[in-house]
């Protein structure tokens, strides 16, 4: 038999436990290599010796020692978390929000831009202007930008190609390869909502749950879904598009087409057009309309507890569906949170049942407009981190 099959094994075997120790380091830090040891179930040769590759790599250092339990004072690792950086880009209808954040996922620089009515060209344009600005605003580092992760409000495909954005008005726009001709780093894509959802698992309001459903709330509706720890993607890519399930039939007109949809009725879109039936409030923004409302506006108010109806009563239909630990609302509607609380719970609780909501939590956003940003960035982040996923070593890159 040709040896190349155990040399393939034996270097995945030590890729896997190099990892291992990795996030053991970045979960747990500061510990040493005994703590590592006895977590992991490695031999101790095995363990002194990915440490020693690891902080060789920059990715761990040392840093002072611990108690000692008799013997001699243990030396503590710890997780470098400037080693390198990662770039996320929210694509929003109406603006770009792009970050620059170290390997822990702590934003160290930002950028947004507002935009309007732009075309796919004009769009991705702006896009990698925005990238090559957060580029030169990178602190030196032993691998500099490990990656770009992007949240495009659409249906993405596993190719990184968006079919569909209907709110930017994309169609079948390769976004992957446009951005790959211009920036020599891995480029992952992914859509808004299911960023979201991983950067609140993360960094977030959701650190804590195993199953969680992240509702998106800007100019449209997207939903990210966490099942037992791992963001679900559906068979082909393309779940949480929860913003165009019906909830009333035959009802307003919405933007994918159909008309019913939750979209129509419960994002920052539909309360500006609901808006601009009245008088005094037409061509106001969300945050004149949620001015207004603090000041005790009667129109303004009452367009909040609205829209917060309709929202429970979509969140009551993924409850149902997904029965969850939490649910967290997020995006800039998060903004008008004391508007709609109240109106949101009250329609949770009467459109399910008791045994539904058990245990269940609502909250808002932790990460307030940075959810996707963060959650994409967090992608480029473990696929720089994930070795074991690494056929071969990029330049530069650790195996």
Sequence with gaps: ?????????????????????????????????????????????????????????????????????????????????????????????????????????????????????????????????????????VPPSKYGVIGIGIGVPGIVDTAGKVLIAPNLKWQDVDLKRILEKEFQCPIFIENEANA???????????????????????????????????????????????????????????????RGCWEAYSSEFALLQSAEQHEHLAGASLEDLITLADAGNPAALELFQTLGTYIGIGIANLIKTYNPEQVIIGNRIRQAEHLIRNPIMEAVHSSSLPFQRAGLQINFSELSTYSAAAGVSAFAIEGFLKFSQRPLAGPGFPV
């Excluded at 804590?208 to 966490?226: A, C, D, L, P, R």
Aim: glycine share 12%; hydrophobic share 35%.
């Design 1 to 137: 038999m040709s040896k190349h099959p155990t040399t393939w094994n034996n270097q995945m075997i030590k890729r896997m436990n190099k990892e291992m120790v990795l996030n053991s380091v970045m979960e747990s830090a500061p510990l040493s290599r005994a703590d590592i040891v006895q977590q992991l179930g490695l031999n101790k040769g095995t363990v002194s010796s990915l440490v020693n590759e690891l902080i060789e790599e920059d990715l761990i250092h040392e840093s002072g020692t611990g108690e000692s339990s008799g013997g001699r004072r243990p030396v503590m690792l710890l997780f470098n978390e400037h080693a390198g950086y990662a770039i996320g880009i929210d694509i929003g209808v109406n603006y770009i929000l792009g970050v620059v954040t170290n390997l822990a996922g702590g934003i160290v620089h930002e950028k947004l831009k507002k935009t309007r009515d732009l075309s796919v060209h004009q769009l991705t344009s702006l896009v990698s202007a925005t990238i090559r600005y957060l580029m030169e605003q």
């Design 196 to 258: 979201g959802a991983y950067g609140e698992k993360r960094f977030g309001a959701g650190r804590n749950s195993h199953s969680m459903i992240y509702v998106s709330i800007g100019i449209g509706i997207g939903s990210g879904v966490i099942l037992n720890d791992e963001l679900y993607r559906g068979s082909n890519g393309y779940s949480g598009e929860n913003g165009h399930t019906t909830i009333i039939v035959d009802g307003k007109e919405c933007t994918c087409g159909s």
